[in-house]
């Protein structure tokens, strides 16, 4: 029927045969519906594995099984279950698979509807006579399980809460050589019923026989929770207070021997002789640090046990009067030594800062050298005190900015700075200004050589104007930009660093003056240089013009002139040298207009090419249009 419906389907002398033949399939399919569906659903039923079902025998076999295991019930003789709940799980589980594969291929079909009922009530009868007795028998297993079995627990639940309550009655042992052995045993026991309870209550906790196991192990590990709060806290901290480093502890010896040493340096104060004063400085500050270090894991810890208190008061009124009494007199020694330190000891500055300051001072009294040959080294000696001098006191400020014995120092030295600042803006502006001016480029300039040479080389320039000698006009064209380029790049620097200082003005004036004058007297004359330059250059010299503009003008307009010729054999040539010339004269006064096409002198060539272009145009449609 497809073959010939695809050959002969839109013919109308072919519908009758069509017709007949979708009839005839469409009775089969209903036959087929009706009458074979009975069949096959009674040999899914009696199939085995053999033959391709998922039950290893028939579904009544299957079915016979587990009721008649259902009606049993679970062996009262131990020995028994576990074979027996494993029959009933498997059974139940290969009539759950029979029954989706089943329902899935026959679950419309009216005829099936028995056999699914009978699957189902199998199953519902199973879940609901030996489905609770399973679940019960699973979690007493699981609750007598061993680790032998499998468990987390050693001996099972029962043996391992024993353990826990009687040590939980029993309470810490007096005798300190059995408090680490008590406390061992009783944290692994917490920990391994703790994992026990989070397994069990992953596999059971929604089920209600499993309930009395979960309260049962929670109470007691709440109240094994509840005495480590109270019975052991103070077992822990009195091990924490005497603890060594050998043991954990932040503090090398037990607490009460550090406490002891830092309040007996507080008591002796700093040794007079100076020999001993860096030695007792860095043990107290050791001290201290050790402490501080000491009580915020302490207070971390414990901060909120009321035992913990008389420990926290001890070492925190130790460490406030340690910075009472020595404190501040040990900011001080360290404040002073952070001034006197040379390069030596550590310090940016070479031999201290008395030293320096005084350098610095005698340099802004003493002011710059009159003699030249002396201000670079001043300049560069001076600098460099003053850059030491900023990092310096950014240090110094850093870390004792908020001492009183700093303030003064602090003070001293940003006065110091203050009038260097000053003293650069006033006195070596001018030095710097004429430094700039004069300088050439081996020394770091824009210019080549002074300012001065600059502005008389363009200055001469302007005053002697273009050469006529055209032979000379580009060389001095060349010169002429070059200087001006120069001088205005020089001008933008000079301003950004000067702009703003009175005796530079001068110097910016003469520039801009020079410029001004050079734009004016030579700018326009050198761009009509440039423009009869343009006009007059040919391929060689990089024009689309092969000879200059005036001979393909010419050649255009002769052309233009003597017309198309009469003799066929000519045209041809005619029309591409006049096409060429078109083409390149248009390309050409594009490039011109858009470089020139504002400047007067350029406009009667403008006008005379477009002219000649519109006089082409004119002719190839006249004249042309015949050809």
Known sequence: LEDFKAKYGSESYAQDTIVQVENALAEYKTFTKEKMGKVNIDKHVIAKRAEGSILEYSLNWHLDKIKNGVKEGIPKDSRYVDEFLNMMKTQSGLLIQWLEDFKAKYGEEEYALQFIIQVE???????????????????????????ADGSILEYGLNYE?????????????????????YLKKMTGLNSRLAQWLEDFKA???????????????????NEYRTFMKEKMTKV?????????????????????????????????????????????????????????QWLEDFKAKYGDVDYAQQFINQVEEALTHYKKDIGSALINVEIDKFIDARRAD???????????????????????????RYVDDYLKKMTGLNSRLSQWIEEFKSKYGAEAHALSTIE?????????????????????????????RAEGSILEYSLKWHLEKINNGVKSGIPKDSRHVDDYLNMMKTQSSLLIQWLEDFKAKYGEDEYAQQF?????????????????????????????????????????????????????????????????????????????????????KSKYGAEAHALSTIEQVENTLVDYRKFMKEKMGKV
């Open 412 to 440: 001293q030295v940003e006065n110091t700075l203050v009038d260097y600042r000053k003293f650069m803006k006033e006195k070596m502006g001018k030095v710097n200004i004429d430094k700039h001016v004069n300088a050439k």
């Open 508 to 592: 910016i004036i003469q520039v801009e003056e020079a410029l001004a004058s050079y734009k004016k007297e030579i700018g326009s004359g050198m761009i009509n240089v440039e423009i009869d330059k343009f006009i007059a250059a040919r391929r060689a010299d990089g024009s689309i013009l092969e000879y200059g503009l005036k001979y393909e003008l010419e050649q255009m307009t002769s052309g233009l002139k003597s017309g198309v010729p009469t003799d066929d054999r000519y045209v041809d040539d005619y029309l591409k040298k006049m096409t060429g010339l078109n083409s390149r004269l248009s390309q050409w006064i594009e490039e011109f």
């Open 161 to 181: 809460l024993e353990q826990m309550v009687n040590g939980l009655k029993s309470g810490v042992p007096t005798d300190d050589r059995y408090v680490d052995d």
């Open 203 to 221: 596999k059971y906790g929604n089920e209600s026989c499993a309930q009395d196991t979960i309260v049962q192990v929670e109470n007691a590990l």
């Open 121 to 147: 009530e199998a199953l519902a009868s199973y879940k609901k006579e030996i489905g609770s007795g399973l679940l019960k028998v699973e979690i007493d297993k699981f609750i007598d399980a061993r680790r």
């Open 346 to 372: 550590g310090s940016i500055l070479e031999y201290g800062l008395k030293y320096e300051l005084e350098q610095m001072i005698n340099g802004l009294k003493s002011g710059v050298p009159t003699d030249d």
């Open 236 to 292: 822990n901290i009195d091990k924490h207070v005497i603890a060594k480093r050998a043991e954990g502890s932040i503090l090398e010896y037990s607490l009460n021997w550090h406490l002891d040493k830092l309040n007996n340096g507080i008591k002796s104060g700093i040794p007079k002789d100076s020999r001993h004063v860096d030695e007792y400085l860095t043990m107290m500050k050791t001290q201290s640090s050790l402490l501080i």
